[in-house]
């Protein structure tokens, strides 16, 4: 699914091959129990003459570390869609799975996906160059700035924008959509498989009334008892057709949070927009006094204005430094508004370059993951039909 | 024997029930009383059923072969298994089918066709099509039991239904019931005593079943069986008896397990179908705003309508095939128990009059009379016939059974491949590189 060949993956192998339960005492001094995560590293080449592979460099992260990494990344490339964790807290959940955090088949899901999150990172040709990034992966002691929190507030304040880029207004609206129904086929699908469950279980009913069945019978007891048995084997199936089909879950459920990172880079692109645009009625407000100062209209209503009239005019000093005070900044202003337009384009830029290659890579990945869910249903019938197969057997010989 | 005028057919007229002549009245052999056999003829009828033409009257051969095969069914077992053997060809085919709705002022009710096929000489010709109604089933299902009071009677479907609760028109229910009542008149046409009942033949044949004056075949065994007063209690069952009661009880319990167990099934299976269709909304859903990925998306939509297609069948099988003939086996269960209950019954009048008429010879020295003998002979017989019937009843059991589960494990294999050949052809459209342009998302 993540594409080798690229930057840092050329130099090393990455991978998230274990994880531990740990206690330690946490920031209100009380005992916790927490996960950890072991990150393996290893140069790329690396298999010896001998033919064992060389020893791995590692160290163990929690979640909360990833998170802070992650934080790191969204505030220091906005213009770039920051691939997403895995969920902090298990959603979308049908009856038989465990909602607890320390339940190894969350811990085992979230260490693949922790992985995958990595090697998503390293293969992405920006962020694969970042040095914090190269440091998460090999420092041990990882201390990071906490101003990247208010950085971050600022990506999610509310403001009118009046002329956004549409492509990015398009992308926005697609990323709700994406989100909606995502978040729709996972809660059905949760349904759909508690439902599934419930079907192949009670399939095992038949397997004791069978065998209960054969006790009173003489030439059709052994056939029974062997249908009965394929019962069973039926009933108890599902569980691991359910578990192969939470990875298709957690492929989807890369995507749902995939478009929070989406809409937090169009958020940006409004927030420069907005910033760009201020910068603009700036400009041209204090132009308009300029104007006005030299002309003696008043077209602006302003206090200033009102009051001039009233209790009558400046004087000429007083007039002339005003209008050298406002030029100075008329031009600081087009200097701002010149440096905004030009960090906004090479923010739409490069947001779009990696959009883009978003793009491809979502395509390209949900593709995949379509393929394999038609497969695990390719495989589930086959199952199906072995069992019934065998099951009708047994009714043969009755 | 005289032939008179050629009469017409049966069908062509109102004939009572009692003009139409069994063939077997043909027979030259009066039947002495000491012969239990089951059927007895009305010797002074002529024989009718033709369509103008004399009827062949049945050679004395013929009829005495007839007689002593009837004869057999109360010998000892040995002979009595010979003629329950399954070497036997058969040559009597039932079937029914077609039902139709017939509306009159009075009511409403369906007619199922009922085809014979014979080359049996008890029927003039080989092949009869009539129309009956469920009351024409139950009407044969009374005679039988009633002049066949040793043989186990196969069960009709429920006769009852509740107005309002279940539709009596609907084509499940009709379908249900059809196939039902073919399973009854084909386990009646299969055994070997019951298929040669005279109100089975006029069921089978008569134009217009005219059921209010019934054939008076009621024999010695069947009164007496009728007969028999409460007042005598059982005193030792034979093991093999008891035995058969204690099967048929668990076996009861067991398919009534295996009843709720299906119910269970289909119920499981109908919620998962409610949620699956939604399942398969959203991804078309999904498909509308996508567009490389639209078409691979309303693929996998395509794929689980598929799905829910096959599992509906699924369903639909297991409610309208594979329960009703489970609750008629119930049914059938239940027919059994009392053909034992009555069994014992006979036993008891024995051995209460045994016991009676050995105390007054003690007494006395009063002879026992012929009357307790004639209970003996009673009481062997009905043990003969049920024992016969039993094992046929057994072997039939086996029979149904396979093929009810076989059926059953075919359904889930159908489901299985259809559901399978949807998403096995979805993958090469899922693989399939998209060449289109990519359309710039300009302004």
Redesign the interface.
């Known amino acids: 699914m993540v594409e080798r060949g690229t930057a840092l993956l050329k130099k090393m192998e990455i991978s998230v091959a274990e994880a531990d339960k740990r206690t330690g005492k946490n920031t209100v001094n009380m005992q916790e129990t927490y996960t950890v995560y072991l990150i393996e590293t290893r140069p790329a080449e690396s298999v010896s003459e001998g033919g064992t592979p060389v020893a791995p460099d590692t160290l163990w992260r929690r979640y909360s570390e990833f998170e802070l990494l992650r934080t790191y990344l969204l505030v220091t490339y906005p213009y770039i869609i920051v691939p997403p964790l895995p969920e902090k807290r298990a959603e979308f959940v049908w009856h038989k799975l465990s909602a607890d955090n320390l339940d190894p088949d969350f811990v085992e899901r979230r260490r693949v996906g922790l992985e995958n999150f990595l090697l998503r990172l390293a293969s992405h040709p920006v962020l694969s160059n970042d040095s914090i990034f190269f440091l998460f992966l090999t420092e041990v002691l990882f201390l990071l700035f906490q101003k990247a929190d208010s950085r971050l507030k600022s990506l999610s304040a509310m403001f009118r924008v009046k002329n956004p880029?549409?492509?990015f207004t398009?992308l926005k609206h697609?990323s709700e959509?994406?989100s909606t129904?995502?978040s729709?086929?996972l809660r059905?699908?949760a349904?759909?498989a508690?439902?599934?469950y419930?079907?192949y279980k009670?399939?095992g009913?038949?397997g004791r009334?069978f065998s209960?069945?054969s006790a009173?019978e003489k030439?059709?007891g052994d056939g029974l008892q062997s249908?009965g048995h394929h019962m069973d084997t039926y009933a108890a199936s599902i569980d691991d057709i359910l578990e192969e089909e939470e990875h298709y879950a957690d492929q989807l459920k890369e995507y749902l949070f995939y478009t929070e990172a989406v809409r937090s880079v169009c958020r940006k692109h409004e927030l420069i927009q907005y910033e760009l645009e201020m910068a603009a009625q700036d400009l041209s407000y204090k132009k308009q006094q300029k104007e006005e100062l030299e002309t003696g209209t008043v077209r602006i209503f302003s206090l200033k204005g009102m009051t001039s009239k009233l209790f009558g005019q400046e004087t000429q000093e007083q007039r002339e430094s005003k209008v050298a005070a406002l030029e100075q900044s008329i031009q600081e202003g087009e200097e701002a508004l010149k440096e905004k337009n030009a960090e906004s384009q090479e923010f739409v830029e490069k947001a779009w370059n990696d959009i883009e290659r978003f793009k491809e890579q979502k395509?390209k990945d949900?593709?995949e993951a379509?393929?394999s869910?038609?497969?695990m249903?390719?495989s589930m019938?086959?199952k199906?039909?072995q069992v019934?197969?065998n099951?009708?057997e047994c009714?043969?010989k009755? | 024997m005289s032939v008179g005028a050629p009469r017409g057919l049966a069908s062509s007229g109102q004939k009572l029930i009692t003009e139409i002549l069994h063939p077997l009245s043909a027979a030259e052999e009066p039947l002495s009383p000491g012969q239990d056999v089951t059927i007895s003829a009305e010797k002074d009828k002529e024989p009718g059923l033709t369509n103008g033409t004399p009827v062949e009257i049945s050679s004395p051969a013929s009829a005495s072969v007839l007689l002593s095969r009837l004869q057999l069914d109360c010998e000892p077992e040995a002979d009595a298994h010979d003629a329950f053997g399954s070497g036997e060809p058969r040559d009597l085919f039932v079937t029914v089918n077609d039902p139709k709705k017939h509306v009159s002022t009075m009511e409403t009710y369906i007619t199922y066709r009922v085809s014979t096929k014979t080359t049996r000489i008890e029927f003039d010709l080989p092949e009869y099509s009539v129309r009956r109604r469920y009351q024409d089933f139950d009407w044969l299902r009374i005679k039988l039991e009633d002049s066949q009071p040793t043989h186990l009677v196969p069960p009709l479907p429920e006769k009852f239904v509740m107005k309002g609760v279940v539709d009596r028109f609907s084509e499940e229910f009709v379908d249900t019931r059809m196939k039902a009542l073919d399973k009854f008149l084909k386990r009646v046409a299969d055994h070997p005593v019951l298929s040669f009942n005279p109100h089975l033949n006029a069921f089978l044949t008569a134009k217009d079943l005219n059921k209010r004056q019934g054939l008076a075949l009621l024999t010695k065994v069947g009164e007496s069986v009728k007969n028999v007063a409460g007042g005598y209690k059982l005193r030792a069952r034979p093991a093999e008896f008891s035995a058969m009661g204690e099967?048929l009880d668990?076996?009861s319990q067991?398919l009534g397990?295996?009843d709720r167990?299906s119910q269970?099934?289909l119920r499981?299976?109908s919620?998962?179908l409610t949620?699956?269709r939604?399942?398969g909304a959203?991804?078309s859903?999904?498909a509308a705003?996508e567009e490389?990925?639209q078409r691979?998306?309303e693929g996998?939509a395509g794929?689980v309508t598929t799905s829910c297609g096959a599992l509906e069948d699924l369903s639909d099988n297991m409610s309208q095939d594979f329960l009703p003939v489970l609750r008629e086996y119930v049914l059938y269960i239940e027919s059994m128990k009392s053909v034992l209950r009555k069994r014992d019954q006979v036993q008891a009048e024995y051995e209460g009059r045994l016991e009676a008429a050995v105390l007054r010879k003690q007494e006395d020295r009063t002879p026992i009379p012929v009357e307790v003998e004639k209970c003996q002979d009673k009481v062997e017989c009905f043990n003969a016939d049920l024992k016969a019937d039993w094992e046929r009843w057994q072997r039939n059991k086996?029979q149904d059974?396979?093929q009810l589960?076989?059926g059953m494990?075919?359904k889930?294999?159908n489901?299985?491949?259809k559901?399978?050949a949807a998403?096995?052809s979805?993958?090469p459209l899922?693989?399939e590189k998209q060449t289109e342009d990519k359309t710039s998302?300009?302004?």
């Open positions: 880029d549409k492509r398009a697609y959509d994406l129904v995502i729709q086929l059905i699908r349904r759909v508690d439902r599934l419930g079907v009670v399939h009913n038949y009334v209960e069945w009173i030439e059709m249908a395509e949900l593709r379509l393929i869910y038609a497969i249903q390719i019938c086959k199906g039909i019934w197969s099951a009708k009714f043969n009755m | 099967y668990t076996f067991k397990t295996i167990i269970r099934i499981e299976q919620e998962y949620e699956l939604e399942y959203v991804y859903t999904w705003s490389q990925l691979p998306l996998v794929c086996r059974f396979k589960l076989t494990a075919d889930n294999i489901y299985y491949e559901s399978q998403w096995e979805l993958i899922l693989q998302e300009t302004n």
